[in-house]
Structure formats: C-alpha cells, structure tokens
C-alpha cells in the first residue's frame, strides 16, 4: 500500500509562475490536508477537505486553491508563486470520525520560489 | 482558536540517557486529542504517540511515554534509553475533536542524540 503520494519531491520556480503539486492517497480517507513547513513556526494548515467536493480554509490560504474532485486527489495550486511560498508542503489524510482522527502524511514536496 | 507551543528549539542528549520534550497548548474543548510527531531527517512525519484527554492514564508506546497534565494543559514527551535513531525534529500537535480532525502544531524541537 503507498498510502500517501506526492509530486514532485522537490521543485524550483519562477515567482510569478503557477504551479500544481499533486497528492493522491489510496486509503479511501474521507478528510485530506495541506500543510506547509516553515523553520520555527511547525506546520501550518493552508487547505483541507472533509469529503469530496469540499474544502475549507486553512490557517494561512492566500495565494493557494485546491479542489477535490474525488477521495483520491487534492491538489494544491499557486496561481502566481511568491518568494514567501519557499517551503515544504505535506499532504495528510484521516478518516474523520475514527478513534484517534490520526493524520497520515505524505513524503512532502520542498518548493522554491526564485 | 487553538495554540500548541514548543519552548525548547533544540535539546541534545548522550545515548542510553532519558530525555523529556516540553510542549503546552490551550483549547476551550473539553475533549480533544494530543499527539507527537517526529521527522527524522528522512522529512516522512511519523506518529510517535497519541493521548486522549478524556484518559487519565498516560499513554505508552515502548520508550516513549506522555506526562498529560490537563488542568495545566501540558503534554511532554518523555524518551527513554535514547537511541541514535532517536536524532528528529519532534513536533507536539493537536486536535480538538471539533475542526473534522486540522491539527495545530507546536513549532518542533530539534533533538540530537550523542554517541
């Protein structure tokens, strides 16, 4: 089972540019995230969905979207990158409403924005 | 709105040696879940142990084990016997049972462990 795949591993862009990272998990998890990664401030919350054809935001959401059209795919889009969207981006997933609501998380995606 | 915080950046401990990382948080959610995740350098995040506030009794997962204070809203991390395998980022989370399962995270505490 490979759980939680993301793409590309790592990525170096152009600011202005756009750019869509990929997540699909194979788990059948109703609820899916995006997180990113910054030094000194953990893991912050810019997406999520609860099932498909929802989604919600995050903690920090500007400059990104994502869609959900089905229970596998959440993909996360920059419309126009930014220095400040440097950083690495985890995707997770959960079965909301199980015992623990743990997250599972995938290998993560290290961008650059140049 | 929740917060979890991390006051400890970075710890270092010898091998074999017991280690205790720091974390508190603050939720009006009487029911929520705790949970540490640790990322070796590897970056893949791994569940290292999850408590349930409506438990008293602290949870255990071999060398790792919780002090959950709820009045004081603490939640450590003790590791014992370190290992080299030990040497992560470890980062506190949590969720408070209301927000469909979002975690807020602490902001980690990097942990070596010497030889």
């Known amino acids: 089972t490979a759980g939680i795949t993301q793409a590309p591993t790592s990525q170096i862009l152009a600011a202005g540019r756009s750019m869509t990272l990929r997540c699909t998990q194979d788990?059948?998890?109703?609820?899916m995230y995006w997180y990113r990664q910054d030094l000194g401030l953990g893991l912050r919350l810019i997406h999520y969905s609860n099932t498909a054809g929802t989604t919600g935001k995050g903690e920090v959401p500007d400059g990104y979207s994502v869609s959900r059209a089905n229970t596998d795919d959440f993909p996360l889009t920059l419309a126009s990158a930014v220095p400040s969207q440097t950083s690495v981006y985890f995707c997770a997933s959960s079965e909301v409403g199980g015992t623990y609501n743990e997250q599972f998380f995938g290998p993560g995606t290290r961008l650059t924005v140049l | 709105a929740q917060t979890v915080t991390q006051s400890q950046p970075e710890m270092s401990v010898q091998e074999a040696e017991t280690v205790t990382l720091s974390c508190t948080y603050d939720t009006s959610e009487s029911n929520y879940y705790l949970f540490w995740y640790k990322q070796p350098p590897s970056r893949q995040m791994i569940l290292v142990i999850r408590q349930e506030a409506y438990k008293q009794q602290n949870a255990t997962e071999n060398r790792f084990s919780v002090n959950f204070q709820k009045a004081a809203k603490s939640f450590s991390l003790k590791i014992s016997d370190s290992q080299l395998g030990d040497t992560a980022m470890y980062f506190c989370?949590?969720?408070?049972?209301?927000?469909?399962?979002?975690?807020?995270f602490g902001q980690g505490t990097i942990l070596t462990v010497h030889p």
């Open positions: 788990m059948r998890h109703n609820a």
């Open positions: 989370a949590l969720n408070d049972g209301t927000s469909y399962g979002k975690l807020t």
